[in-house]
């Protein structure tokens, strides 16, 4: 079965701290995809960055960047020099290679960021 | 802007009604993806329809089903509706509905807020 876990329920810090959110993941496909999405207080979801199971080169954009290891099975997210406007929930998502799309997320984090 | 909309943006009734959700996907988009986030059991998959077809089915409850429109327009029913399906519900399209390996984008509506009082 395919599983995701985000072991953090909620992380506070202060403005231009770094901080990393963890996610694990569980399945049995050989080919997947990961994803991270952030939710603000608005509401709606925002998609962050998508990872192919073959490509475990770690990527980084601005001042997010994200680490993932097929060896430990996570898809770690760090924002580095935090700010007041990362506060949010942020999820992790699994998919299935064939199929279909249906994302499998996580219970997600959330990040306060304190001014 | 995804390009993906939601009607109603909020809807508050009672136990035991019924309510009808919308979601018109992106121009293009033949799949479309029912979630819903509930404070119990956070974002879950419910159920995906494919050109008119369901393709895939989550833990959606039987007191709700869906079906998507000839136009590709889709619909979520919830009936004999409970305070625990009090809950914000999102629509999501993608272009196909993977007959490949590659994967295929899903663009998230805004989402409908249901408050079951």
């Known amino acids: 079965a395919q599983k995701v876990t985000q072991a953090q329920t909620e992380i506070s810090v202060v403005e231009k701290e770094d901080v990393t959110l963890d996610c694990v993941y569980e399945t049995r496909d050989t080919t997947y995809y990961l994803f991270w999405y952030k939710q603000p207080p ?65 219970t997600g984090t959330r990040l306060q960021v304190f001014p | 802007d995804s390009g993906v909309t939601q009607t109603p943006k909020h809807l508050i009734t009672a136990t035991g009604q019924r309510v009808t959700l919308r979601c018109s996907p992106r121009s293009g ?40 429109f000839p136009d590709l327009h889709s619909e979520l029913n919830l009936s004999s509706l409970e305070l625990g399906d009090s ?31």
């Open chain 2, 29 to 68: 988009d033949l799949s479309v993806y029912w979630y819903q986030q509930s404070l119990d059991q956070g974002l879950q998959f419910l159920i995906q329809y494919y050109n008119g077809e369901e393709r895939a089915k989550g833990n959606i409850l039987e007191r709700f089903s869906a079906q998507q």
């Open chain 1, 42 to 106: 608005s509401g709606e979801l925002v998609f962050l960055i998508r990872r192919n199971s073959f490509d475990e080169q770690n990527e980084i954009s601005g001042r997010y960047s994200w680490n993932f290891q097929k060896s430990t099975s996570s898809f770690n997210f760090t924002i580095t020099a935090s700010q007041v406007v990362d506060s949010a929930v942020y999820f992790c998502a699994l998919s299935e290679a064939y199929n279909t799309d249906k994302l499998i997320f996580g």
């Open chain 2, 87 to 117: 809950a914000l519900y999102f629509c999501a399209s993608s272009v196909s509905g993977r007959v490949t390996s590659s994967y295929n984008e899903q663009f998230f509506g805004p989402g409908t807020r249901l408050t079951v009082l």
